[in-house]
């Protein structure tokens, strides 16, 4: 029979597995947010590979909040914006409460960010857009991905589950890039890796 120590020290072990198990699992979920099939009908919705890129140019040329097309400026400047979502009126030089004019269309807030975040992670690790970038947020965000290989990524799920949820629900965008980041390096979707089951009784003495 295992002493008082050692059964404690089991149950202490079982119980960070656990907690780890979990932690994944949500991460799980947060990654199968910003992935779904991309099936599309480019009559209705032409692919225009172009306008991200401008919307987000001009988003980060505008932006009050200091931006570039990095991964330290998404994980702090990007996240400030999301943070600062309630008063985003004041990110924008030029543009207004409600988004931006660019080549004389307007996109809303949400667009403008979701351009952004997308655009910046397809520059890093070397992907394409597809589908069809429109000037409201609503309708991007089943149409509007970047493409990495055999994963697709949806910029404009994460923004929307931010902007409705919250961080404490959808996370940082840092935990979003932890979750993402590897898929987009390999072009592989790795969000069915398994869950890490407890300990056996025997490792824990």
Request: glycine share 10%; with cysteine.
């Amino acid at each position: 029979r295992p002493s008082e120590a050692q059964d404690g020290k089991y149950k202490g072990e079982q119980g960070r597995c656990c907690r780890r198990a979990s932690t994944h699992a949500a991460k799980r979920r947060r990654c199968d947010r910003m992935t779904t099939a991309l099936q599309l009908d480019e009559k209705q919705f032409p692919p225009n590979p172009d306008t991200p890129v401008q919307v987000a140019e001009t988003f980060v040329e505008r932006s009050r909040i200091p931006l570039g097309f990095t991964e330290r400026s998404l994980r702090r400047g990007f996240e400030a914006c999301m943070s600062l979502w309630c008063v985003r009126g004041l990110w924008l030089r030029g543009g207004s409460w409600s988004g931006l004019v660019v080549s004389g269309t307007s996109y809303d807030l949400e667009t403008c960010a979701s351009c952004y975040f997308g655009e910046t992670l397809r520059r890093l690790h070397s992907g394409n857009w597809t589908g069809h970038c429109g000037n409201d947020g609503s309708p991007n965000f089943y149409t509007l991905a970047v493409k990495f290989g055999d994963y697709v990524f949806f910029p404009s799920h994460y923004v929307a589950y931010r902007i409705s949820n919250g961080r404490r629900d959808t996370g940082r965008v840092g935990d979003c890039l932890d979750v993402c980041m590897s898929s987009m390096r390999d072009g592989t979707d790795h969000r069915r890796a398994p869950l890490p089951g407890p300990l056996p009784r025997g490792n824990a003495s």
